[in-house]
């Protein structure tokens, strides 16, 4: 169960991280060029923490937990290899809705692998 523990804090760094975006770009939109060279790095941070979001939920699905957590994780992660590309060509119409839904979904999988009836995986 120790490892449910690290994924739970890994989701809720990530899902914070996430948050961090619409606000660094909302200080760029308001005027503060520094805003869009700080959402870069944090971007990328992201990133990397969805790295380990999907390499500890792996383990934690292979020990035992459920699997449905390393899938959400994958699944997030591919969004956000997506997202990088599509900021980075600046194609807006899919990076700012994709940005929200990867928030969202990021948020929601943080508050559902925080509960209590996430600790084990169903029985066969």
């Given at each position: ?7 739970r804090g890994?989701?809720v760094?990530h899902?914070?991280a996430?948050c ?5 770009i909302g200080?760029?939109l ?17 990133s ?5 979001q ?5 383990v934690?699905w292979?020990?035992?937990g ?12 591919f969004?956000?290899?997506v997202?990088?590309?599509m900021?980075?060509?600046?194609q807006?119409?899919i990076h700012i809705p994709?940005?929200v839904?990867?928030?969202g979904?990021?948020?929601?999988f943080?508050?559902w692998?925080?509960r ?6 169903v029985?066969?």
């Amino acid at each position: 169960m120790r490892w449910l523990g690290v994924l739970r804090g890994v989701a809720v760094l990530h899902a914070v991280a996430m948050c961090v975006q619409p606000i660094v770009i909302g200080i760029y939109l308001n005027g503060a060029t520094t805003g869009l060279k700080v959402h870069e790095p944090v971007g990328l941070a992201v990133s990397f923490i969805g790295i380990a979001q999907l390499l500890v939920a792996l383990v934690h699905w292979r020990l035992g937990g459920r699997g449905v957590a390393a899938l959400v994780s994958a699944l997030i992660l591919f969004g956000e290899s997506v997202q990088i590309g599509m900021g980075y060509s600046k194609q807006l119409a899919i990076h700012i809705p994709l940005g929200v839904a990867l928030i969202g979904t990021s948020v929601c999988f943080a508050a559902w692998i925080c509960r209590r009836t996430v600790r084990t995986a169903v029985p066969a």
